[in-house]
């Protein structure tokens, strides 16, 4: 796979942290772009933050990578996390840096592109945007943590989003866990009941 994995200034460097340790960047090619602000959260939020090895790293300001031309062919391309200036901005069809213009590339390209917004609460003008987005063809996978696997630490939190967008890549996910039905759970990929991802009135559904 040819991915692209890109991070704005939104909080939540930990999961942009975690999808490229469980990416294996030996087996794909990995292309990371960072913005201005995201470089400041993760010095905050992470502190020292070292590259995988095998990761093409690029800053956002710049043309000269493969991805921002719809010649070159990439698989899909992940934005976390997702600040909502950094989505309104994709949703307007602005493309004057890196992350922007590769994102438009993928829409018209109709290639997979995966937005993490974390931002919450949402106004109106979020809500409309993330609709835009969803209509030009994205997928929009808000970083809502899933707690029914009892995750012991914050690596482990995170991960409960990190498994839906290895996911939503087709990649594997060897720390995710998949409700089985009748109470029980299985790690790294377990059955699934037929009827979707949680088994009736089960701890995976929104209940009514």
């Given at each position: 796979?040819?991915?692209?994995?890109?991070?704005?200034?939104?909080?939540?460097?930990?999961?942009?942290?975690?999808?490229?340790?469980?990416?294996?960047?030996?087996?794909?090619e990995v292309h990371v772009v960072l913005s201005a602000y995201?470089?400041?959260v993760i010095r905050e939020e992470l502190g020292t933050w070292t590259p995988p090895a095998g990761v093409h790293l690029h800053g956002d300001k710049t043309m000269h990578v493969p991805f921002v031309s719809g010649s070159a062919p990439f698989d899909a391309m992940v934005v976390v996390p997702c600040s909502m200036g950094t989505l309104a901005r994709i949703a307007a069809g602005i493309a004057d840096t890196t992350i922007l213009r590769a994102a438009d590339v993928f829409l018209k390209e109709r290639r997979k592109l995966v937005v993490v917004p974390r931002e919450t609460p949402w106004n109106l003008i979020h809500a409309r945007n993330v609709v835009t987005l969803m209509e030009a063809g994205a997928l929009v996978l808000p970083a809502s943590p899933s707690f029914y696997s009892k995750p012991a630490n914050l690596n482990e939190l995170a991960d409960t989003v990190v498994s839906r967008i290895l996911s939503q890549l087709g990649l594997p996910?060897?720390?995710?866990?998949r409700w089985c039905g009748s109470g029980s759970l299985g790690a790294g990929g377990g059955a699934r009941d037929s009827g979707g991802?949680?088994?009736?009135?089960?701890?995976?559904?929104?209940?009514?």
């Open positions: 796979m040819r991915l692209v994995v890109a991070a704005t200034g939104a909080s939540g460097a930990i999961y942009f942290q975690r999808l490229l340790e469980q990416v294996d960047c030996a087996a794909h995201a470089r400041q996910d060897p720390n995710g866990f991802e949680a088994g009736s009135g089960s701890a995976g559904n929104e209940l009514e």
